[in-house]
Each structure stands twice: as structure tokens, then as C-alpha cells.
């Protein structure tokens, strides 16, 4: 029982050695440009899958998030903070996002029923080692549930131009109302 306990030591001392000189040895190509291995991949992906929904089973969803004044809102926060880099219907993700890896999802496109505790997390902490911010050191939580609400309850069913005429209705006429009362002052 000694000789095979030293062994599993012994062993893991090398392999923690070995991985040791890798990371020391810049063999792994850390730029944007060369993606992962499907190795690399896979442990990322079960890592955030499963660190998410370990995190998210805490998070209460709010009542009102079918509200169409949540939903509005969200809106709003959508197309000022996240529709540069996730797109919107007819409207593609800027310059700068098709650089990132890896790239940012394309959230609309998703037809399936999200859940709305998983989009509050990812948008309230963020996700390290992606493009991800995390806003919740600078926005309510209350802000971060409209999102959510706009996100998981409207995005996905709307065409482009019903998408083109929210920014009309909703987020033009704020925009040149917020810029009359700036005027004032």
C-alpha cells in the first residue's frame, strides 16, 4: 500500500513538474489569432457550464420581469452596452467585436427558452478570460434584470425591423430628450 501511494506521489509530483515547465516554456500561444485546441475547449467550456450553474442557483428572479416597462428598458441597456459586440435582428456586431476570441454570441439567434438566472449572472459577474465585462460593480441589479428581461423574454422573437423601430420609439426619442434637457443646463 506504501509502494503504490509513493507512486501516485511521485507520479503527480512529475506531471505537476512537466505542466510546471509548459507554462514557464511560452510553448502555448496565448494570442487571439490561434484558437484553442479542442482539449483546451472542452475544459473551458465544462468549467464555465458547470461554475455558472453552481453560482446561478441562488439567484431569485424577479416577479415583474415580463413587464413590458422592465422589457423596454432592457432595451435600452442592450443597445448602448451590449449590441456593439452580440449584434442585434439586422444589425451586425461592430469592427472591434470580430477581433475577440472567443467571439461573443450572437444572442438573438438563440431560439431556445434561455434562462433568465444564467443571463443575470453572465451579465451581473461577467466571464474571466473572455470578452465578457463584468457590470455589476457598476450597475444595480435592478438595471441588470431589465437586461435579462429584454434579453430572454423579447430579443429572440423580434425581426429587423420590428428591432429598427424599437430604436425609433424607444431609444432615439430618450436620447434626444436626454440631449434637450442637457442643453438646459
Partial sequence: MKKIILTIIATLAVLGLAFFIYIKSGAYDI?????HNKLTKWVIRTT???SIDKRMES????????DSSVIIEGFHHYQSMCVMCHGA??????????GLYPEPPLIYKHKKEEDPKEFFWIIKNGIKMTSMPAYGPTHADER???????????????????????????????????GKEEDKN
Fill in 144 to 178: 441588470i434584470w431589465a437586461l435579462t428581461a429584454f434579453v430572454t423574454g423579447k430579443l429572440n422573437k423580434m425581426t429587423p425591423e420590428e428591432y429598427a423601430e424599437w430604436i425609433k420609439k424607444y431609444y432615439l426619442e430618450e436620447e434626444m430628450e436626454t
Fill in 59 to 66: 439567484v431569485v428572479v424577479p416577479a415583474n420581469l415580463g
Fill in 48 to 50: 464555465k457550464h458547470n
Fill in 89 to 98: 435582428p439586422g444589425l451586425r456586431p461592430e469592427e472591434m467585436a470580430l
Fill in 31 to 35: 494570442s487571439q489569432i490561434d484558437h
